[in-house]
């Protein structure tokens, strides 16, 4: 059974730094790694795709990198803004119905 | 041109009662999905859907059945309604093709009372 990790839980940064966000899964026969982004009382919003046979993927102040053999990506933002406040969550897609697992959520917090 | 869409938003209900949340997707999408999110935030899948197939998350109570009248429809159907229900429900679709990613809804917030 797929189980997907994240961490921190928790992060509370000043504005203007850069920062990393961790997401490690347990079984590496991914299709293909998805990072969200949920505002409070919010639905999700998708950032960026990355597929199995990719590395990474960047849009914009965000860079996502996938290292599959080892089970792990990482979303890095650049230059974080008061406004990149939210929970971030990663989710892998596989096996049986494509469905896709939901890591914990790491909750951001961009001090002005 | 919401691509995808739930309703209600919000819903409150006593405990017993049958309600539905309505689903709709205008993405051209063959699979559609539902995911419980509780109160510590972790989702989890409850149902996908395609053409061809049902797939239930054996941990869901049979109360739960979805409804698709449609490629573009997945309702959600809940009876008996407990306390244990309330949460937010989220709708999604995809590409059955492995190398899609997810479209998700709004979400519905169910407080049982």
């Known amino acids: 059974k797929q189980e997907v990790t994240q961490i921190p839980a928790a992060l509370s940064v000043p504005e203007g730094e850069n920062l990393v966000l961790n997401c490690s899964f347990t079984d590496s026969a991914i299709y293909n790694l998805q990072w969200f982004r949920q505002d409070p009382g919010k639905g999700l919003t998708s950032l960026l795709l990355i597929q199995s046979s990719q590395r990474e993927q960047t849009s914009g102040r965000l860079n996502a990198s996938l290292d599959k053999s080892s089970g792990r990506s990482t979303l890095y933002i650049a230059a974080s803004q008061p406004g990149d406040s939210a929970t971030y969550l990663c989710?892998?897609?596989?096996?049986?119905?494509?469905?896709?697992?939901f890591g914990t959520g790491t909750s951001l917090t961009v001090i002005p | 041109d919401t691509a995808v869409s739930q309703t209600p938003k919000y819903l409150v209900t006593q405990m017993g009662n049958d309600k539905s949340i309505k689903c709709e997707q205008n993405l051209g999408h063959d699979t559609m999905y539902w995911y419980k999110q509780d109160s510590k935030k972790f989702l989890k899948i409850m149902f996908s859907?395609?053409?061809?197939?049902?797939?239930i998350n054996e941990t869901v109570p049979n109360r739960f059945s979805p409804k698709s009248p449609d490629k573009a429809h997945l309702n959600l159907h809940i009876n008996s309604l407990e306390l244990g229900d309330s949460a937010v429900y989220f709708c999604a679709s995809s590409q059955e093709a492995a190398n899609y990613g997810y479209t998700f809804g709004s979400g519905t917030r169910l407080t049982v009372v």
């Open positions: 989710a892998v897609r596989r096996g049986t119905g494509n469905q896709f697992y």
């Open positions: 859907y395609n053409n061809k197939e049902l797939i």
